[in-house]
């Protein structure tokens, strides 16, 4: 089958979670960069874009957008959408409880970042006071709850268990809110070992080496780009 194909700009933006899932699951991707206004608009013209918006993706014949519908058609593809009932034997509304639960996590993680995401268009002195209310809902509001999940069930993994999107995200916003304060997990032992463990994963331990297809963090350049090609 072919490789699934990203349209995207050459940063981490919407895409990046979509980059990880498909890393962590082991698949290879394409991507096509946006840098032109002009490719953006034949994107449009050829009414590729059901909303006029990227991330999309190239994937089984079908050309996807929203962000989120993508992760949870891939988590589910790539069975990293808790157990399968068929495995389980459960009904689907006994497996519900697994599903749902990523998603609720998935989501979580995925607000926090696109704080991360929506900051890097800001200007400097605004920029640097949401970057700092980032780290402290992180610190305040969203680790304590992850730290929770897995102090009450002591498993490896947030969900039944298994190895899921859920982690997967999770693991992605804590190296994303570390590169804004490394002592972020100072207060999270349970997460810190988390961290170490998924970080171990041998797909993830290879994405997180220099020359994978990870992003950098966005900088001016990725921000004049995406300006340009969005004329905001
Ligand atoms: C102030 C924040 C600006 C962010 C702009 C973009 O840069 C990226 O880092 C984030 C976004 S991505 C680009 C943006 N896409 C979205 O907003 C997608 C939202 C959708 N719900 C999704 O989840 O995929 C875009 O195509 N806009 C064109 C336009 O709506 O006409």
Known sequence: AAKPKLWYFRGRGRMESIRWLLAAAGVEFEEEFLETREQYEKLQKD????????PLVEIDGMELTQTRAILSYLATKYNLHGKDPKETGFSWIESSCCFVRIDMYAEDTLDLMM??????????EEKEESLASVVKKAKTQHFPVFEKI?????EDFLVGNKFSWADIQLLEAILMVEELDASVLSDFPLLKEFKTRTNNIPTIKKFLQPGSQRKLPPDNHYVKVVRNVLQF
């Open 150 to 154: 897995l102090k009450d069930h002591g």
């Open 115 to 124: 704080m991360v995401v929506v900051a890097a268009f800001k200007p400097p």
């Open 47 to 54: 009414g590729r874009l059901l909303f006029g918006q990227v």
